[in-house]
């Protein structure tokens, strides 16, 4: 099975300064990563798809990046709603699905 | 405007049974597989199960094979999730979810229902 390993664990940052995230896969997923941006007492909201797709209304300062086993996601300038725990996921046979670990974005 | 409405969570005792629901709308519903995802208290997100367009191929994480079983109806445009033989561990709010076109990633969930396992 392919593990997910996201890092760091929490990122304490100030609004306005940029965020990089950081996923690891256990063995290559090609391109096939996403990533969830999830806010307490809410549902996980789908940011990134196939590494570097931004889904639909994500804003622009989202970035995904990567291929094979090591993929980044970037926010450029975080903004206030910005904080908040962001996953990683990939599809591995079929159906089946991985998720890392999670990162919380804190404010500093 | 895609929705998706779970329902049926609650508190059961460890070893009971709960079935939940999960309604659909906003899209063609028999066109797209579907999948549960929970996450227990404070934890990350855990993959349970997914079903395929048509229902005949489900597929489900080892820490739930053999106790839950997903099914959908698409004349009614919902997706079930049956919970047997329930254990503390299971205690989540389950999330439904709507893959992709490309069924490469989940692009829409529900606001999720919580299932309490305790005695």
């Known amino acids: 099975d392919i593990v997910l390993t996201q890092s760091p664990a929490t990122l304490s940052l100030s609004p306005g300064e940029r965020a990089t995230l950081s996923c690891r896969a256990s063995?290559?997923?090609?391109?096939?990563l996403a990533w969830y941006q999830q806010k307490p007492g809410q549902a996980p909201r789908l940011l990134i798809y196939?590494?570097?797709h931004r889904a639909t209304g994500i804003p622009a300062r989202f970035s995904g990046s990567g291929s094979g086993t090591d993929f980044t996601l970037t926010i450029s300038s975080l903004e206030p709603e910005d904080f908040a725990v962001y996953y990683c996921?990939?599809?591995?046979?079929?159906?089946?699905?991985?998720f890392g670990g999670g990162t919380k974005v804190e404010i500093k | 405007e895609v929705q998706l409405l779970e329902s049926g969570g609650g508190l059961v005792q460890p070893g009971g049974s709960l079935g939940l629901s999960c309604s659909a709308s906003?899209?063609?519903?028999?066109?797209?597989?579907m999948s549960w995802v929970r996450q227990a208290p404070g934890k990350g997100l855990e993959w349970v199960s997914s079903?395929?367009?048509?229902?005949?191929?489900?597929y489900y994480a080892d820490s739930v094979k053999g106790r839950f079983a997903i099914s959908r109806d698409n004349s009614r445009n919902t997706l079930y999730l049956q919970m047997n033989s329930l254990r503390a561990e299971d205690t989540a709010v389950y999330y439904c979810?709507?893959?992709?076109?490309?069924?490469?990633?989940?692009?829409?969930w529900g606001q999720g229902t919580l299932v309490t396992v305790s005695s």
């Open positions: 996921q990939q599809r591995s046979n079929w159906l089946l699905l991985t």
């Open positions: 079903v395929s367009i048509t229902g005949g191929s489900t």
């Open positions: 063995q290559s997923v090609s391109s096939y």
């Open positions: 906003g899209f063609p519903f028999s066109s797209y597989a």
């Open positions: 979810a709507k893959w992709g076109i490309s069924a490469r990633f989940l692009d829409y």
């Open positions: 196939d590494a570097s």
